[in-house]
């Protein structure tokens, strides 16, 4: 007796579908992961920024001074606001990138873990963490600044097996003809919390109780803890272990690409991976978005204080901007890149390149402009911004993808030592940044967007020479318990799930028909 079943990766089949959900519970986790890493940098304005800031009323004297400060509706709120620590700006820099001391250690542990035993787990471990560390950020600023800068540490150990361990959970969840659209979604929930968290940590240092500022980590750090609660009961693995996934979702996925059944088997090829031009490419071309994108999120509040002269108010708002434009662009860009390779225009390594080079392009000659504009020219200055983070959208959906592209077997340890190598420079940025600024005049961040720029540049040509959109040969398995064969542009596998044998034929890569024999 036989049976036919079809079924079609269509837009309302995905809306419905447990992937999707999955995708939707990765979202959020990014939103809360990025709002708990980058609310210090809105709160240390409050907490210590205005008492470094010299005359904040005067009017621009020359080429190299600061603006006179924005008039604002809450300009009252905004002088009774009275920082609690003198901290000087090496100490504020210090705190600031003593998060990635702590990132940079558990990237890979944290990938190699998700790829051996489990992503969900891994994921969920950090999240609370996470949380723990964020509730009590106010009591260990009061203490010791030296506390605070172990606390913003451990955040980083808990923040550095995110990205890992949710590659890994995507590579299970996503099929191929639908990754780029369904990874740039899942990621872009961090640049939403970014949006959100921005302005809303401002309102809170205005507004919030304990003090204002407190109120920030008491907040979202509760968010956080009560995130942990729906992750633990609603994300599984992979297709296989979820007790809710229809029979011919399940299949659409597993049929699709490699699923190990014994993942603490997992041998890692590391000669192979370490003289990989494409890992190489693509650790490179990680290390200088993240290089671009954490000056800008550790430092773009501050630049808005010290040169635009911004209220705390609107600093939180214009600061947000460019992730709600990043939001925009990196789901355009993943929706982009698959229908080009629907349709076959370019191969999958031309459109990783074509959207790195955009991405790395368009943001560094924006945010170089930028630095040449005067004080009259505010509105200017946030359009730039904004277009500039825009692209940066463009250029994590070009790359995001890479890892699961070239090693989807190792695209957890391949990505913790990215996220490793990345994590230096979310050191060095802020600190760079820091020093080069230090007299807070409009030259001086000049030279940083300058240096900001070269190094993304720099990323892009070397992707374009080295990075690869294909599987690589030492990535690939030396065979399969499945029959599989070829027959033109459809593939067709013998597999048994129930205890019932299974035809399964793949048309388009988008279109799947079970036949129960």
Not at 40 to 63: H, P, W
Not at 405 to 418: E, V
Request: a neutral charge; aromatic letters at 12%.
């Amino acid at each position: 007796m036989e049976m036919e079943s079809n079924y079609r990766a269509n837009f309302r089949s995905l809306i419905f579908s447990c992937r999707f959900g999955v995708l939707v519970m990765c979202f959020i986790n990014g939103f809360i992961m990025m709002g708990l890493r980058v609310n210090l940098s809105v709160a240390i304005v409050c907490m210590a920024g205005e008492s470094n800031i010299s005359n904040s009323s005067g009017s621009l004297t020359s080429e190299s001074g600061m603006c006179p400060m924005t008039p604002s509706t809450d300009v009252e709120e905004q002088s009774d606001i009275e920082t609690e620590f003198d901290w000087s700006k090496e100490q504020q820099g210090l705190i600031l990138s003593s998060f990635f001391w702590g990132y940079i250690l558990t990237q890979i542990p944290g990938g190699w873990l998700a790829d051996k035993f489990s992503a969900k787990w891994i994921m969920l471990v950090g999240l609370a963490s996470n949380s723990a560390s964020s509730l009590l950020v106010p009591l260990a600023a009061r203490t010791d600044w030296r506390i605070l800068l172990g606390l913003r540490f451990i955040l980083g150990l808990g923040s550095g097996t995110y990205i890992p361990a949710q590659l890994v959970l995507l590579s299970q969840w996503c099929h191929p003809s639908e990754r780029s659209k369904l990874v740039s979604f899942a990621f872009s929930g961090m640049f939403v919390g970014i949006a959100a968290s921005l302005p809303f940590s401002s309102l809170l240092c205005i507004y919030g109780f304990g003090g204002g500022w407190p109120s920030i980590f008491y907040i979202m750090g509760g968010i956080a803890f009560g995130f942990c609660f729906l992750w633990y009961f609603l994300i599984f693995d992979s297709p296989s272990l979820h007790p809710r996934i229809s029979a011919l979702e399940k299949i659409y996925l597993e049929a699709s690409f490699e699923t190990d059944g014994n993942k603490r088997e997992l041998i890692l090829p590391w000669k192979h991976i370490f003289t990989s031009p494409a890992v190489w490419a693509v650790l490179t071309i990680e290390t200088t978005f993240n290089y671009a994108n954490f000056a800008l999120v550790t430092q773009l509040p501050t630049y808005l204080n010290e040169v635009l002269r911004f209220d705390i108010g609107s600093n939180g708002l214009y600061s947000s901007l460019p992730y709600i434009g990043f939001f925009v662009f990196v789901n355009i860009g993943g929706i982009a890149a698959d229908k080009v390779l629907e349709k076959h225009l370019l191969t999958i390594g031309q459109v990783r390149k074509t959207m790195i080079l955009i991405g790395s392009l368009a943001p560094s000659i924006l945010l170089i402009s930028m630095g040449y504009l005067s004080c009259s020219q505010r509105l200017e200055a946030i359009i730039l911004l904004v277009v500039a983070g825009s692209f940066l959208g463009i250029l994590l959906s070009g790359y995001i993808c890479n890892f699961i592209d070239i090693a989807p077997k190792y695209a957890g340890t391949i990505t913790g030592l990215a996220k490793t190598s990345s994590a230096i420079s979310g050191i060095v940025a802020p600190y760079v940044t820091a020093v080069v600024t230090i007299d807070k005049t409009r030259n001086q961040w000049r030279t940083a967007f300058f240096i900001v720029g070269g190094v993304s540049v720099a990323g892009a040509v070397l992707f374009t020479v080295f990075g690869s959109g294909e599987v690589q040969p030492w990535a690939k398995s030396g065979g399969s318990s499945e029959e599989k064969k070829t027959d033109g542009a459809n593939s067709l596998e013998i597999k048994s799930i129930g205890g019932k044998s299974l035809e399964v034929v793949i048309c388009n890569d988008d279109e799947l028909m079970v036949t129960y024999l």
